[in-house]
């Protein structure tokens, strides 16, 4: 699931499957979301730094990743495509931040 402001830059629907040659990674996953939708880069990520926007969160099984080094590997199960690495608009107060989101599952 992308935030829904991402969503419609991208034209996409909340689920989208990539092709992620090489060990699957946050880096190697946003690299490929970036290549196969353009229109993204720089907002998730730093143009130049390569950083991760303050306010986007990374998810995978049930954890947060937003603050694992991006070459860690993702779990199996998001390599595997089993699960999804979701990426989620932070937002304050007390909603659920998981209702809106960008779910990628991958493929290798």
């Known amino acids: 699931m992308l935030p829904h402001h991402l969503r ?4 996409v629907e909340a689920e989208v ?8 990674t946050q880096r190697t996953v ?7 939708y353009p229109m993204l880069r720089g907002t998730i990520r730093d143009h130049v730094t390569q950083i991760r926007r303050p306010y986007l969160r990374l998810f995978a099984c049930q954890e947060d990743l937003s603050h694992d080094p991006p070459d860690t590997p993702l779990p199996e199960a998001v390599a595997s495509g089993k699960e999804p ?5 932070a ?5 659920d931040c998981r209702a809106g989101g960008l779910r990628l599952y991958c493929s290798s």
């Open 8 to 11: 419609n830059l991208a034209q």
């Open 17 to 24: 499957t990539l092709r992620v040659d090489g060990p699957i």
């Open 30 to 36: 946003l690299d490929a979301l970036e290549a196969r």
């Open 85 to 89: 690495l979701l990426i989620i608009g």
């Open 91 to 95: 937002i304050a107060g007390g909603r």
